[in-house]
C-alpha cells in the first residue's frame, strides 16, 4: 500500500484544529505529516496521533522537501502566494480560501456532489466557501431529480465561520466587551453582512453563494439570489433554502430521495419537534435537512432548512475527504 506525505498550512486555526481532529479519525493512508503556520505560532507543539509535532513557519522553501498534498486554510492571501509555489514542487493544493475558487482552471468539489471534477486540475483544489458546501449537497440530489431552475438563499450563520476572532468577538461580547472582528456587536443581533459590500448591494459572501453553486452544480445560467446573515451562535451556519424546479414531484418520494442520498440526514417530523439544530449537526461532517414542505406560491417548488458544522463539511472535512477522493481514484 502506497503512504501519502501531508502538509496542513493554518494548523493552528479554526479551521486547521479541526482538520488534526478529522485527520486522526479518517485513518488515510498518509505516514508524514508537517504543520504550517504565520511566524507567530512558529515554534509552538501541537500534540497529534500520539506524537508532538513542532509547529514550522511557511515560507517559500517549505515545500522544497516534497509533499504529495497539501491542505491550505490560512487566508487567501496565503493561498494565492503560496499554493502556486507548493503546486509547483508536484504537490496537490486543497485550498480552503476564496482565492482559486472561481478560477476556470481550478476545480471546486464537494466529493458527494461533483468529485469527477478532480480528474482534471493543475495541482490546485478548491474547497467551496462552508454555507455554499452545505446547501450543494442536498440541492445536487434534487437538481438531479426534478431540474432546478431558481434558488433563494437566507442563511443564518456561524461566528466560527469568521474565525477564532468571531468566536472571540461573540464570547468577549457576553461580557460587555466591544466587537472587534465585526462592525456591531454580535450579541442579541443577527447581522446583514457578512465580508464586504459590492457595488451592486449585494455581500462578497452573497456573491460567493450564487457564483459557486452555479459552478459546482455545473449550471452557469442558474436564478440564484441570497441573504447572509451572522447570527450569534458559536457553531454551524443554518440555511433557509427555497427552490423552484423544471418538474413537478411527489413530496413524499423528494424526501424519500434526501433520506437514501450519501451525507445528508434528514430530521423531519413537526410533531415531534424534529428538525435539525445547530447543536445537533455540531461535530458531524452530515448535512442535517429538514422543514420540507411544497412552497404553495410557485408552481413545483418548496422550502427547506438545512444545517451543518461549517468548521468540519463547510471546511475541513469536506477538504480531507477531496484527499481521500484523491487518494482513491489515485488521481495524481
Ligand atoms: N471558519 C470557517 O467556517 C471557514 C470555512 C471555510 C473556509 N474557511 C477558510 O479557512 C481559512 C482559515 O480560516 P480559520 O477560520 O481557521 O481562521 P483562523 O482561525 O483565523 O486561523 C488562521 C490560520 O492561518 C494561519 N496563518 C495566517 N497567516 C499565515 C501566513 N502568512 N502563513 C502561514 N499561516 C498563516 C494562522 O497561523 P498563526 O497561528 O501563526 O496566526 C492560523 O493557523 C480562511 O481562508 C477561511 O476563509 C473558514
Known sequence: MKYYKLALVGATGLVGRTALKVLEEYHLPISEYVFFASKKSAGTTIHFQGKDYVVKELTENSFDEGFDFAI???????????????????CIVVDNSSAF???????????????????HHNGIIANPNCSTIQAVVPLKILDNAYTIKRIIYSTYQ???????????DLIHGIKGEAPKKFPHSIVNN????????????????????????????????????ATTVRVPVINC???????????????????????K??????QDNGAENLYPLATNANGHDEVFVGRIRRDFSIDSGINFW???????????????????KLIEMHVS
Open 237 to 259: 451556519h443554518s440555511e433557509s433554502i427555497n427552490v423552484a424546479f423544471e418538474k413537478n414531484f411527489d413530496i413524499v418520494e423528494l424526501k424519500q430521495l434526501l433520506e
Open 72 to 90: 491550505f486554510s490560512a487566508g487567501s492571501d496565503t493561498s494565492k502566494h503560496f499554493s502556486p509555489i507548493a503546486a509547483s514542487k508536484g
Open 306 to 324: 438545512c444545517v451543518a458544522d461549517n468548521i468540519r463539511k463547510g471546511a475541513a472535512s469536506n477538504a480531507i475527504q477531496i484527499v481521500k
Open 190 to 225: 443577527c447581522l446583514p453582512h457578512i465580508d464586504v459590500f459590492l457595488e451592486n448591494g449585494y455581500t462578497k459572501e452573497e456573491e460567493k453563494m450564487i457564483l459557486e453553486t452555479r459552478k459546482i452544480l455545473g449550471k452557469p445560467h442558474l436564478k440564484i439570489t
Open 101 to 119: 475558487r472561481m478560477d476556470p482552471k481550478v476545480p471546486l468539489v464537494v466529493p458527494e456532489v461533483n468529485s469527477e471534477a478532480l480528474q
Open 158 to 168: 456561524a461566528v466560527s465561520g469568521a474565525g477564532q476572532k468571531g468566536v472571540e
Open 261 to 266: 442520498a450519501n451525507g445528508i440526514i434528514v
